[in-house]
Structures are given as C-alpha cells and as structure tokens.
C-alpha cells in the first residue's frame, strides 16, 4: 500500500515550478500481527512524472534529467 506523505514545491533549472510528491509505501507482514510496516519511499511530479530523490532539498526529474529545489 502506498499513503501519501507530503508535497514539496520546487523550482528548476529552467526556472520553471513543480510540485514534488512523497509517498511512503507500507508492508503487511503476511504471518504475525497486522501492522503495517515502513517501506520504501517514492517520489514523483504532480503530473505522474518520475522524480529521484538526490538530497533533503534536490530532486531530479528522469524524463528531462532536469534539478529541482524546494523552495523556501
């Protein structure tokens, strides 16, 4: 299962802006108690758009290869 965490706004190189989305994925362990456990973490543009994680304030989008900053 995959919730939503937060979401960043950020500006590119080109100066254009964007709003990063952070998910966290959560795992049911199939035999023990039923609670979720952390996953791993994902992150894409609004518009669907796959994004890496570089450091707590870049990100890269794959596409275009493009750096985005959070801004503020």
């Given at each position: 299962?995959?919730?939503?965490?937060?979401?960043?706004?950020?500006i590119?190189?080109?100066?254009?802006?964007?709003t990063?989305?952070?998910?966290q994925?959560?795992?049911?362990?199939?035999?023990?108690?039923?609670?979720?456990?952390?996953?791993?973490?994902?992150?894409?543009?609004?518009?669907?758009?796959?994004?890496?994680?570089?450091?707590?304030?870049?990100?890269?989008?794959?596409?275009?290869?493009?750096?985005?900053?959070?801004?503020?």
């Amino acid at each position: 299962m995959r919730k939503e965490i937060t979401r960043y706004q950020c500006i590119g190189d080109s100066g254009r802006e964007y709003t990063v989305i952070e998910y966290q994925n959560f795992m049911r362990p199939q035999s023990g108690p039923a609670q979720d456990v952390l996953g791993t973490k994902e992150w894409f543009l609004s518009d669907g758009r796959d994004v890496n994680f570089i450091d707590e304030n870049t990100f890269q989008i794959l596409r275009t290869d493009e750096f985005v900053r959070k801004i503020g």
